[in-house]
Nanobody
Framework: AQLVESGGGLVQAGGSLRLSCAAS????????MGWFRQAPGKQRELVAT???????NYADSVKGRFAISRDNAKNTMYLQMNSLKPEDTAVYYC????????????????WGQGTQVTVSS
């Protein structure tokens, strides 16, 4: 697999989780990377993106609570999720594409397998 997520789980509201996405070096060095999420019965949402140079964008729904980052030495991207809410419950996917427009159009070239995040009230 080109992208492998880890770090999901069950947490109480107000808690924190950190998701990781390990990528192949080819992808990590050249692609824009991002996190999507999809809750049952809801449309998939682009949560955050980060370029190789470190330019970051967030969805309004997570600004101030989530932080995306990347460790170029480890070929790994992270999503630190703080102050979690029940509405953050979803399957979270990492994704990568050479163009950020493909992520914003929700059609990136590579997807991870997804990791479940459940926030209890």
């Amino acid at each position: 697999a080109q992208l492998v997520e880890s770090g999901g789980g069950l947490v109480q509201a107000g808690g924190s989780l950190r998701l990781s996405c390990a990528a192949s070096r080819t992808i990590f060095n050249a692609f824009v990377m991002g996190w999507f999420r999809q809750a049952p019965g809801k449309q998939r949402e682009l949560v955050a993106t980060i370029t190789f140079g470190g330019t970051i964008n967030y969805a309004d729904s997570v600004k101030g609570r989530f932080a995306i980052s990347r460790d170029n030495a480890k070929n790994t991207m992270y999503l630190q999720m703080n102050s979690l809410k029940p509405e953050d419950t979803a399957v979270y996917y990492c994704a990568a594409d050479p163009k950020i427009t493909k992520l914003t159009a929700q059609s990136p070239e590579y997807w991870g397998q997804g990791t479940q995040v459940t926030v209890s009230s």
